[in-house]
């Protein structure tokens, strides 16, 4: 309890008074300076909280010093499903062993808190310094997301283990490539492709989920000039002419300039399969896994998009676990589904407790950092069409 303490009034005001605000920047001039940012209802919460706990003004200063230069500003979370809410951890911040070490306490801090105050249902947060986005595509884009805080709390509840993933998940998937990095980018749809990358030798593209029209197969073909497999079991070729084998597929360099409609430069195929953790049928629908797809190809020969619905975190898992087929893409675009539970899923990941399941995707997530650079994400975009307030 002495340990949370400091915490509760530092760190995480919001379970003192508010439930689901995000941390804010504090002043280490003085203890003034914590005081002044709580509300009249707070400091009668903190005044009872040091009378029982029994702490000096100068704990104050000691915990708010190893945060370093303050706490992050809240931001919006990638999509509805995680029903989560992330801090924008700037790039500085993002690795910060203090605000590790500190985060089991939280919820003890919370606990105590709750004796002696009831808060509000709807905490009045002030709005931070809004950045100003650098792209303005409906894309992915590259660099550190641009994430405006809503007027208020847009949720109706604050679970700490799921703030704490949600901030997690912005870490894990924030850009540190520059511009100068990659020699510039190139933005598609889901896609931040480092040009860099995409000038070496590559034999392959693999394109998983196809809809009606898949742009990302297209661009692979017509501005990197790779052929490509396209596959999806779930589209009726009478809705996706490159599922059906009637785009025009392989019309030579330049062919599909100026066109509007679908239209292949290099060689297509598409297979009316989807992809799984295993090889099988499911819900009637044929399901055939990464590795065998790889199977025979080089190192960084293979450029590589998930849109599987579900499966891809149990198609991730089995890649990261597999280091000679790891070796063989050249980049990865994935699209991700934290609540969604498809299928075709493993068995013993259908069956875990929702906190558990998100833990590991988002562990899945963080690994996939390590080994890869991270070029763009959809957050800053998803962010703008949001609009919680």
């Not at 200063?61 to 809240?74: A, I, K, M």
């Not at 598609?188 to 394109?207: F, H, I, N």
């Not at 009478?238 to 059906?244: E, G, Q, R």
């Not at 833990?359 to 763009?376: A, F, H, M, P, W």
Request: aromatic share 6%; charged share 25%.
């Amino acid at each position: 309890l002495r340990a949370a303490a400091p915490l509760l009034v530092a760190r995480e005001r919001a379970h003192a008074c508010e439930p689901g605000a995000m941390p804010r920047r504090l002043s280490k001039s003085s203890s003034f300076g914590l005081l002044a940012l709580l509300p009249k209802p707070c400091l009668v919460c903190l005044g009872l909280v040091i009378f029982l706990l029994g702490f000096a003004s100068e704990s104050f200063f000691n915990f708010s010093d190893s945060l370093g230069n303050g706490t992050t500003r809240p931001g919006l979370a990638d999509k509805a499903e995680l029903a989560l809410r992330a801090a924008a951890m700037p790039p500085e911040r993002a690795n910060v062993a203090p605000a590790r070490a500190v985060a089991g306490r939280l919820e003890m801090a919370a606990v105590v808190a709750a004796v002696v105050w009831t808060p509000p249902q709807e905490p009045d947060l002030p709005r931070p310094i809004a950045c100003k986005p650098k792209y303005t595509s409906k894309s992915s884009r590259p660099g550190v997301p641009c994430l405006p805080d809503a007027a208020k709390y847009p949720f109706a509840s604050s679970t700490p283990w799921r703030l704490e993933l949600g901030r997690r998940v912005l870490a894990a998937v924030t850009p540190a490539l520059s511009e100068g990095d990659c020699g510039g980018f190139e933005l598609l749809g889901e896609a931040t492709w480092c040009r860099r990358a995409m000038r070496q030798k590559v034999d392959l593209g693999l394109s998983y989920g196809i809809r009606e029209r898949d742009l990302w197969s297209e661009t692979m073909s017509n501005l990197f000039h790779v052929p490509t497999r396209l596959y999806d079991c779930a589209i009726s070729p009478s809705k996706s002419p490159p599922i059906a084998m009637t785009a025009p597929n392989g019309i030579g360099a330049g062919g599909c300039q100026g066109r509007a409609d679908h239209c292949y430069e290099e060689q297509y195929h598409s297979f009316r399969v989807c992809l799984g953790p295993q090889p099988g049928v499911v819900q009637g629908r044929p399901y055939e896994t990464l590795a065998s797809h790889l199977e025979g190809r080089g190192p960084l020969s293979v450029h590589l998009k998930l849109a599987s619905e579900g499966t891809e975190w149990s198609v991730l898992e089995e890649l990261l676990q597999n280091a000679p087929d790891f070796a063989k893409i050249r980049t990865l675009d994935v699209e991700v589904h934290f609540s969604e539970v498809a299928d075709a899923e493993l068995n013993d990941v259908r069956l875990l407790p929702e906190q558990s399941r998100l833990e590991k995707r988002v562990r899945i997530l963080e690994r996939l950092s390590e080994r890869l650079r991270v070029t763009g994400s959809t957050l800053e975009m998803s962010a703008e069409d949001q609009r919680p307030d």
